[in-house]
């Protein structure tokens, strides 16, 4: 139930100049986790930029009604100053 062994070095039938890939059969080096947060880093970063550029490029050709929930309302720049002057000209 455990699945066997690791892989020996050599299977049986390769070259003999044949080894194994980059890292070795089982590579786990010991910086592992500081690479993968660096990489983690990165791919958040990547994600916020494009994020941002999407909600700033962003149009609206009919505006959501009033109370209605609505996700992009908190990130659009056009929704917001929309909302902002609906607010100045119908003061409660």
């Known amino acids: 139930m455990g699945g066997g062994g690791k892989i020996p070095f050599r299977y049986a ?3 003999r100049k044949s080894g ?5 059969w089982y590579a ?3 910086n592992w986790r500081a690479n993968t947060a660096v990489m983690g880093a990165f791919v958040v970063g990547i994600a ?3 994020f941002s550029i999407s909600a ?4 609206r ?8 929930f609505f996700p992009s309302r908190y990130w659009s720049r056009e929704i917001r100053e929309h909302e902002k002057q609906q607010a100045a000209q119908n003061p409660q």
Do not use: F, V
């Not at 194994?20 to 070795?24: E, K, N, Q, V």
């Open 48 to 50: 916020a930029i494009a």
């Open 13 to 15: 039938g390769t070259p």
């Open 20 to 24: 194994p890939p980059a890292g070795g």
């Open 56 to 59: 700033d490029r962003e149009h």
């Open 28 to 30: 786990q080096p010991g």
């Open 61 to 68: 050709d009919k505006m959501p009604e009033p109370g209605r």
